[in-house]
């Protein structure tokens, strides 16, 4: 054996090793939570009302503001974010307004995600005087979207070969045209892991929506009414083991650790499966 076949035997042994230690890590995160939450979930945890005192309650309405404030916040992030990822990659010129564009997008990124919190706070619930709404959190939300969104958008784009934009011109296509009907499509997979990556951050995140969408839930179960206050099950979590009177707080967080995992999950098979047929298609 040469020395090169020995080498590369050790670095794929390396990246083995490093694979699956992740795989360690995430079991040993994710397995205690499901042995404990799984069985705490069944149909009436998924169906009734939470309450603030008395136990046995469910998560039906937290369950139900957590899809609505996620899927709400990519129909506001998505364009806005896929637009500017197409734009810097495909029909920006250097110069000070593309400095400009990307120092922004940068900036927005570094921000915690609790100064977005904040900040919601300050315009929607305050300033706007909602109060706390699943709008006003969606819309934060979206805030948290948009860094990650442009920034894949535009690296899933400049990753399409240059031979393809040639080969559409020389057709005789535009430019607009091209990038419609032949980089955009090409850099699909790369956009859809992308809002994947979105989704479950968002499905996850709690210091935004504390302080924008509350931490109670409306009446009515479910409400669509993007103007009432809508407790997703992230921020459920927090406010049972930090604050909460109910006397089987750790089963509601358990129950709801395990049932955002799952969601999680799903959102994810949800995307990838579309993405792999997607993929199969194009070989």
Known sequence: MGRAQLVDRIATAVLWAVGILILLILAGFLLPILIEGLPVIDWQFL??????????????????????????????????????????????????LTDVIRLSVEALASVPSIVLGLFGMILFVNYMGWGFTILGGALSLALLNLPVLVRVTEEAIRAVPQSYREGSLGLGATHWQTTAKVVLPSALPGILTGLTLVAGRALGETAVLIYTAGVTVSRRFPNPDVMVAGETLAVRIWSVTSEGLVPDADRIAMGSSALLILLVLIVNLLFALPLYRYRRRMR
């Open 47 to 96: 169906t009734t009302r939470s309450s603030a005192v008395r136990a046995g309650g469910g998560v039906g309405a937290q369950l139900f503001n957590t899809v609505y404030i996620t899927g709400l916040s990519l129909l506001f992030s998505l364009p806005v974010g896929v637009g500017a990822g197409v734009y810097l990659a495909e029909y920006a010129r250097p110069g000070r």
